[in-house]
């Protein structure tokens, strides 16, 4: 039987190795009437300036209420996506409904200076008419190209560098801003990344954890930082949890900072209320260091 564990507030489920293939084929057919349905939403976590700490922008994070299964995790919703050929349309779709909720919630984002970053995955950047498809969404909403942000990860830019840096000028052209997310997870290196016109580098959770490591994997930060900055990108540190990071990552030079610190993932409305305002820390917030407080 599947079972469900308990991960803070909310359950994922969680299947176990034999009931895994069972559940894809499961997710994979439920899919379209989720998206249709509107099991599949977004949550919204805000981006804060380290300078200023004003509340600069917000990452789009999908989530998936199963009727059955309860809350499914986007790493594993996003995999059979892939995997059964739904990424494009569920890609698009995720698209469109970040652009509404965030131009519906936000009217005044331009004169606020706000952002609106979106992940984007393997299939949809493989994909020829990827970026006819980033055009056309944008044409279709009026969203100002300059607001919107696009995730990709090291994997996306490295497999085929060639095309991939085509794509990532012509996203440019656009007007829309980029990220390489996850940043240090994958096989590039800074070096590789240079053939790219990227605006920002995402350091991964994993690396401001480390942080509390002393000065070994502080030095790692470091040296990120300065490269990044030497190739003209500017820095967002992910999953910053604690005073401490952040004061680390402001002296290091990192310019924003996104994680539990400053705000989980929220309903569009939530974020609205908080966006362009100075950011709060949470008060007495405590790091629980296991993975337990993913929401
Ligand atoms: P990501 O893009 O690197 O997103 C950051 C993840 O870290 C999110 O997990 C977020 O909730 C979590 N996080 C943020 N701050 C903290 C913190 O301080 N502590 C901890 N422990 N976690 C923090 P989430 O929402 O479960 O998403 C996981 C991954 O799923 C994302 O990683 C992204 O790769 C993928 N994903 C989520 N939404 C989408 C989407 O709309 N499209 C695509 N293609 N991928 C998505
Ligand atoms: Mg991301
Ligand atoms: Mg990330
Ligand atoms: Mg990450």
Same mark, same amino acid.
């Given at each position: 039987?599947?079972?469900?564990?308990?991960?803070?507030?909310?359950?994922?489920?969680?299947?176990?190795?034999?009931?895994?293939?069972?559940? *894809?084929?499961?997710?994979?057919?439920? /899919?379209? @009437?989720?998206?249709?349905?509107?099991?599949? #939403?977004?949550?919204?976590?805000?981006?804060?300036?380290?300078?200023?700490?004003?509340?600069?922008?917000?990452e789009a994070l999908a989530r998936?209420?199963?009727?059955?299964?309860?809350?499914?995790?986007?790493?594993? #919703?996003?995999?059979?996506?892939?995997?059964?050929?739904?990424?494009?349309?569920?890609?698009?779709?995720?698209?469109?409904? $970040?652009? *509404?909720?965030?131009?519906?919630?936000?009217?005044?984002?331009?004169?606020?200076?706000?952002?609106?970053?979106?992940? /984007?995955?393997?299939?949809?950047?493989?994909?020829?008419?990827?970026?006819?498809?980033?055009?056309?969404?944008?044409?279709?909403?009026g969203f100002p190209p300059e607001?919107? %942000?696009? %995730?990709?990860?090291?994997?996306? /830019?490295?497999?085929?560098?060639?095309?991939?840096?085509?794509?990532?000028?012509?996203?440019? @052209? +656009?007007?829309?801003?980029?990220?390489?997310?996850? #940043?240090?997870?994958?096989?590039?290196?800074?070096?590789?990344?240079?053939? #790219?016109?990227?605006?920002?580098?995402?350091?991964?959770?994993?690396?401001?954890?480390?942080?509390?490591?002393?000065?070994?994997?502080?030095?790692?930060?470091?040296?990120?930082?300065?490269?990044?900055?030497?190739?003209?990108? $500017?820095?967002?540190?992910?999953?910053?949890?604690?005073?401490?990071?952040?004061?680390f990552l402001r002296s290091a030079?990192? %310019?924003?900072?996104?994680?539990?610190?400053?705000?989980?993932?929220?309903?569009?409305?939530?974020?609205?209320?908080?966006?362009?305002?100075?950011?709060?820390? /949470?008060?007495?917030?405590?790091?629980?260091?296991?993975?337990?407080?993913? +929401?």
């Amino acid at each position: 039987r599947a079972k469900t564990e308990a991960r803070g507030s909310l359950r994922y489920f969680t299947p176990s190795l034999q009931e895994a293939a069972q559940t *894809r084929a499961k997710l994979a057919s439920a /899919l379209p @009437a989720a998206m249709r349905e509107g099991q599949i #939403f977004l949550l919204y976590q805000p981006l804060i300036d380290l300078q200023s700490e004003a509340v600069i922008g917000c990452e789009a994070l999908a989530r998936w209420k199963h009727p059955e299964l309860g809350m499914v995790s986007p790493v594993q #919703f996003i995999a059979v996506a892939e995997e059964t050929g739904l990424i494009g349309e569920l890609g698009l779709y995720i698209l469109h409904r $970040a652009i *509404r909720d965030f131009a519906g919630a936000i009217p005044d984002a331009g004169s606020k200076n706000l952002t609106l970053s979106v992940n /984007l995955s393997f299939g949809q950047f493989a994909e020829s008419e990827f970026v006819d498809s980033i055009r056309g969404a944008l044409d279709a909403t009026g969203f100002p190209p300059e607001r919107l %942000e696009l %995730e990709l990860t090291e994997t996306m /830019l490295a497999l085929e560098p060639e095309r991939a840096s085509e794509t990532t000028r012509a996203l440019s @052209a +656009l007007g829309c801003k980029l990220a390489i997310d996850d #940043f240090g997870t994958g096989y590039s290196s800074l070096a590789q990344l240079r053939h #790219f016109s990227v605006d920002y580098l995402k350091i991964d959770r994993s690396f401001v954890v480390d942080l509390e490591g002393g000065e070994g994997p502080q030095a790692v930060v470091r040296a990120a930082i300065a490269m990044a900055h030497s190739l003209g990108m $500017a820095i967002i540190a992910e999953g910053v949890e604690t005073l401490e990071q952040a004061e680390f990552l402001r002296s290091a030079g990192a %310019e924003v900072v996104q994680g539990y610190l400053y705000g989980k993932p929220m309903p569009i409305e939530d974020f609205a209320a908080m966006a362009g305002e100075i950011a709060k820390p /949470l008060a007495g917030y405590r790091p629980t260091h296991s993975a337990s407080r993913r +929401l």
